[in-house]
């Protein structure tokens, strides 16, 4: 099993910035994808960004140039730099772990944070 712990959401004006954080434990490696997920009240989950195992990573569309993903194996930590926030991107966002170290960026993911909340205001 893996636990996933979000944080660093909040409130922010759009155009800020935010550093979402996910700490894992359990089960967990720096050869496993992990992954950013956000559902918006109404929305289906939607994939944000993704790491595999090697480092490579994977942006949905609209993320691209303004949203980072990195990780630090040792702190067992995956981070997700947001920058230009936008109305839209206001969500709850989820921290995803894979179960199968061949899974890519873009999952499928087993485990699922209990998510952080993003409110971005116009």
């Known amino acids: 099993q893996v636990q996933l712990v979000e944080s660093g959401g909040g409130l922010v004006q759009a155009g800020g910035s935010l550093r979402l954080a996910c700490l894992s434990s359990g089960r967990t490696s720096g050869a496993y994808a992990m992954g950013w997920f956000r559902q918006a009240p109404g929305k289906d989950r939607e994939f944000v960004a993704g790491?595999?195992?090697?480092?490579?990573?994977a942006y949905a569309d609209s993320m691209k140039g303004r949203f980072a993903i990195s990780r630090d194996s040792v702190k067992n930590t995956v981070y997700l730099q947001m920058n230009n926030l936008k109305p839209y991107d206001t969500a709850a966002y989820y921290c995803?772990?894979?179960?199968?170290?061949?899974?890519?960026?873009?999952?499928?993911?087993?485990?699922w944070g209990q998510g952080t909340q993003v409110t971005v205001s116009s």
């Open positions: 790491i595999g195992g090697g480092g490579d990573t």
């Open positions: 995803a772990h894979s179960d199968d170290p061949f899974v890519p960026p873009r999952g499928p993911y087993a485990y």
